[in-house]
């Protein structure tokens, strides 16, 4: 079991950086032609935030399964941090009277840097895969 939620959380992390890239680029094309923000970008925010969420659901329980070891500290405060900027923003803007492409594209924007930093906290590349 520990094993099988260890690749399922090792695996999802490529499709949440695809599904923040593609947010990434829609959120930031919408924002350069000032087109209104649609419901293309609701979806595409809301992909990536569900996403970063079951990521991080699996990563507890990875954590309650798996060894510890000091350096998850840093990797668990990125990835919640990752989480919540993701969906605040997305979460602010859609009640907003006027949605826009900013607050979208900033949040996404920070919450893969966070990404990034939380992989980069437990000594891994981005695309680096290991063994366990």
Same mark, same amino acid.
């Given at each position: 079991?520990? +094993?099988? *939620?260890?690749? $399922?959380? =090792? !695996? @999802?992390?490529? %499709?949440?950086? /695809?599904? #923040?890239?593609?947010? &990434? ?16 970008? +609701?979806? *595409?925010?809301? $992909?990536? =935030? !569900? @996403?970063?969420? %079951?990521?991080? /659901?699996? #990563?507890?329980?990875? &954590? ?21 900027? $993701?969906?605040?923003? @997305? ?42």
């Amino acid at each position: 079991m520990d +094993r099988m *939620l260890f690749y $399922a959380h =090792s !695996g @999802l992390r490529y %499709l949440v950086l /695809l599904a #923040g890239i593609l947010a &990434l680029a829609y959120f930031a094309y919408g924002l350069a032609t000032r087109k209104p923000f649609d419901k293309l970008g +609701r979806i *595409l925010g809301s $992909a990536y =935030s !569900g @996403l970063l969420q %079951l990521q991080v /659901l699996l #990563g507890v329980g990875v &954590l309650v399964t798996r060894f510890y070891y000091p350096a998850l500290i840093g990797h668990i405060v990125m990835m919640v941090l990752a989480a919540g900027v $993701a969906q605040a923003t @997305l979460s602010i803007n859609r009640r907003k009277p006027q949605p826009t492409f900013v607050l979208p594209l900033v949040g996404v924007a920070v919450s893969i840097v966070f990404i990034i930093g939380g992989i980069m906290a437990i000594a891994r590349g981005v695309f680096t895969t290991t063994a366990m």
